[in-house]
């Protein structure tokens, strides 16, 4: 497509509650990013992608954080039992690898009550 | 990654240029400079980059001393449509791991 997509634009979850926020990178694009952004805060790294392979996870802020791309295309990223300090806007970035500027997407705001 | 430090706010006015400064003492060699835009509810948005000297493209301009330790990013003629949070990033090319600080939150008024 002609941009990062990402869905929901908006999850709100209960407390304790999984949820799954997708993104669709640039076709062609190898690799991806999800990085998490707090309130008033830039954005942080959580995990990276080069096709289907996770080569970083470092960000990632627990174990109940999970990201798949499991065709090296489209990714998920996925929270289990949501804490309300998880409630954040998670935003998906793609690149083609040769250069440096990344083309994020709109972001899914996860409000966790 | 090199630390940066970038004011936290600056407001401005419809027409002017507004210049934001971004210190990076312990840049690398390899390390270039990157700003990035924020608008409300959008993913950052890839400005400008630049290595040394002046950079400019149809966005903005980049000027960058002959010993690397700041930059300042340049946007002239500023519109309403400008108001953002602009980030400043230093880093190797291709590095996957951005870290952006928290920003300049930039405010152009009518």
């Known amino acids: 497509g002609a941009g990062v997509s990402q869905s929901p634009r908006y999850k709100v979850a209960k407390r304790g509650q999984d949820v799954a926020l997708r993104c669709d990178p640039i076709?062609?694009?190898?690799?991806l990013f999800w990085y998490q952004q707090a309130l008033g805060q830039g954005p942080e790294f959580l995990t990276y992608?080069?096709?289907?392979?996770?080569?970083?996870k470092s960000g990632l802020p627990s174990d109940r954080f999970f990201a798949e791309r499991p065709e090296g295309s489209v990714s998920t990223l996925k929270i289990q039992r949501t804490q309300q300090e998880d409630s954040a806007v998670y935003l998906c970035?793609?690149?083609?690898?040769?250069?440096?500027?990344?083309?994020f997407g709109s972001g899914t705001r996860l409000t966790v009550v | 990654l090199a630390k940066t430090t970038q004011p936290i706010s600056m407001d401005s006015y419809e027409g002017q240029e507004v210049n934001i400064t971004c210190s990076h003492n312990n840049i690398a060699t390899n390390d270039y400079i990157t700003w990035y835009q924020q608008f409300p509810s959008q993913g950052p948005r890839f400005i400008i980059q630049g290595y040394k000297t002046k950079v400019t493209n149809e966005v903005a301009s980049l000027f960058i001393p002959a010993d690397r330790k700041s930059s300042t990013l340049s946007l002239p003629r500023v519109s309403l449509s400008d108001t953002a949070v602009y980030y400043c990033?230093?880093?190797?090319?291709?590095?996957?791991?951005?870290?952006f600080g928290a920003g300049t939150t930039v405010t152009v008024r009518a």
């Open positions: 970035a793609s690149s083609s690898g040769d250069s440096y500027g990344y083309t």
């Open positions: 992608f080069q096709n289907e392979a996770q080569l970083d």
């Open positions: 076709s062609g694009h190898v690799s």
């Open positions: 990033l230093v880093g190797v090319i291709n590095d996957y791991k951005l870290s």
